[in-house]
């Protein structure tokens, strides 16, 4: 069963730093090159500043985790969004599916609750566009390269 919630410990926290690094070290970019010691600092502090920070549990283990910060992603829309920075799961098939779904739709209860009226999320990982299939199924936009979710408290 897959289950979001807040993060208990650093332990956790470093269960979450290693999902991060087994996905970068599989889709490595030459041009992003991704330091250790840099990656870790940044991951000891998410939890602390994000907006939004949960994680993916499946099986009693932590196999996943999102953050997502409130922003403003256009400097000419006075609009705030709640915006995923980062998506990392261990997960594969059918599971990562119900994984990426029930993170995205915990970040959207979470933005109704808060009164925010716009999400955002994306995936800069070669998946094929299959994280924008899904999302896309589960009521997600797709607009250029961003996904949108408009919750009730939107208003033009």
């Given at each position: ?104 739709r915990d970040m ?7 009164k925010i009226e716009?999400?955002s999320t994306g ?34």
């Amino acid at each position: 069963m897959i289950a979001i919630r807040k993060i208990k410990n650093n332990r956790e926290l470093l269960t979450c730093l290693d999902i991060t690094k087994d996905a970068f070290e599989k889709y490595h970019y030459k041009c992003l090159p991704i330091v250790p010691s840099l990656c870790r600092k940044e991951m000891m502090q998410l939890p602390h500043k994000a907006t939004y920070f949960r994680v993916v549990e499946h099986g009693g283990r932590v196999v996943g985790w999102m953050q997502a910060d409130l922003t403003q992603l256009c400097t000419y829309s006075p609009k705030k969004v709640l915006s995923q920075r980062f998506y990392h799961t261990s997960l594969k098939g059918i599971s990562a599916v119900k994984a990426l779904l029930a993170v995205h739709r915990d970040m959207f209860e979470f933005a109704e609750r808060r009164k925010i009226e716009v999400l955002s999320t994306g995936s800069y990982l070669p998946n094929k566009e299959v994280y924008q299939r899904i999302l896309i199924k589960d009521g997600w936009v797709l607009d250029g390269g961003l996904m949108f979710k408009i919750t009730k408290y939107w208003r033009p």
